[in-house]
């Protein structure tokens, strides 16, 4: 019972140009959502969050942006540099517990 | 200085041993956890405690047993291991008291389990 969706496994973006990356969510009952960022051989490092009384988060090059109704929320990654390169967990959470997503895998190309 | 530190960082062990996995904070929090990455890449919350005290005990077999001797320390015990329990197993804190989880966690490295 997956209750935060990453659908994209792996996502390929030109270094300079835009990142974004998606999440969708079943329980209505979550009314705080966060990014993770993870590293290979490292442990997931908090990168944003949002309240759900909020539809957009922004924190120098990094967004993100809720939408409630569908939803969903997304991280926009602007402009994308080598170092974003890594794998970005969705995270959501709803009382005593963080429930995460997969992971999306960014590559950000040269 | 590691906030979040967890030894040791690979274990690879036989069917059927008892293993544990260290985990310490310096960080100077409240609470602390026990996630599960398994082979879905699925983080899944296995436990969390609150100054010593357990909070969250999600659906996992009684082969897991925490222990936390004081709030900076929470230590993971698995009895009678098995094939399925190969996954890294991360530790993390966070600042909150009980009963509300939109604080920040800070894991650690994480620890791959291999059981053979």
């Known amino acids: 019972d997956q209750q935060v969706k990453q659908n994209s496994p792996s996502l390929s973006v030109q270094e300079g140009r835009i990142s974004i990356l998606n999440c969708d969510y079943t329980?209505?009952?979550?009314?705080?959502f966060l990014w993770y960022k993870k590293y290979p051989a490292e442990g997931p490092t908090f990168l944003i969050s949002?309240?759900?009384?909020?539809d957009k988060n922004e924190d120098g090059r990094f967004t993100v942006f809720l939408n409630k109704s569908a939803k969903h929320l997304s991280l926009h990654i602007v402009p994308s540099q080598p170092g974003d390169s890594a794998v970005y967990f969705c995270?959501?959470?709803?009382?005593?517990?963080?429930?995460f997503g997969k992971g999306t895998r960014l590559h950000i190309l040269p | 200085d590691t906030a979040v530190s967890q030894t040791p960082k690979y274990l690879v062990t036989q069917m059927g041993n008892d293993k544990s996995i260290k985990c310490e904070q310096n960080?100077?929090?409240?609470?602390m956890y026990w996630y599960k990455q398994d082979s879905k890449k699925f983080l899944k919350i296995m436990f969390s405690?609150?100054?010593?005290?357990?909070?969250i005990n999600e659906t996992v077999p009684n082969r897991f047993s925490p222990k936390s001797p004081d709030k900076a320390h929470l230590n993971l015990h698995i009895n009678s291991l098995e094939l399925g329990d190969s996954a890294v197993y991360f530790c993390?804190?966070?600042?909150?008291?009980?009963?509300?989880?939109?604080?920040?966690?800070?894991f650690g490295s994480g620890t791959q389990l291999s059981v053979l």
């Open positions: 993390a804190s966070s600042h909150i008291g009980q009963g509300r989880t939109n604080e920040k966690l800070f």
């Open positions: 329980n209505s009952m979550f009314d705080y």
């Open positions: 949002i309240s759900s009384i909020k």
């Open positions: 995270a959501a959470s709803a009382g005593d517990k963080i429930i």
């Open positions: 960080l100077g929090h409240d609470t």
């Open positions: 405690y609150n100054n010593k005290e357990l909070i």
